[in-house]
């Protein structure tokens, strides 16, 4: 069993940064492969990026690239999405999502999720 706690969103300005952090707890949490999703009002869930358990490997939406980053820290048992250059398009409730498989952009195949954080961008 894995429990994942988000933090770190807020408003800011376009142009702005953000980090979002993700906790996980569990003995196995660190074992987990991470990925990050978000909400927007009346949209479905939309893959963010990913990250291997190693924190080696890492894949985002093209959306994304170049903007959004993500990072772990396994002795921390936290994941982070360091977001710069937000635009009003980003603004959207984030999430992130453990599973034993890397790669996976569909959230209907990720096993554990958190409650999200809210993120909002102003024109």
């Known amino acids: 069993q894995v429990q994942l706690v988000e933090s770190g969103g807020g408003l800011v300005q376009a142009g702005g940064s953000l980090r979002l952090s993700c906790v996980a707890s569990?003995?196995?949490?660190?074992?987990?492969?991470m990925g990050w999703f978000r909400q927007a009002p009346g949209k479905e869930r939309e893959f963010v990026g990913c990250?291997?358990?190693?924190?080696?490997?890492?894949y985002y939406a093209d959306s994304v690239k170049g903007r959004l980053t993500i990072f772990r820290d396994n002795a921390k048992k936290t994941v982070y999405l360091q977001m710069n250059n937000l635009k009003p398009d980003d603004t959207a409730v984030y999430y992130c999502a453990a599973d034993l498989s890397y790669g996976i952009v569909s959230p209907h195949e990720y096993e554990y999720w958190g409650q999200g954080t809210q993120v909002t961008v102003s024109s």
């Open positions: 990250i291997s358990w190693s924190g080696l490997r890492t």
């Open positions: 569990g003995r196995t949490a660190s074992n987990y492969h």
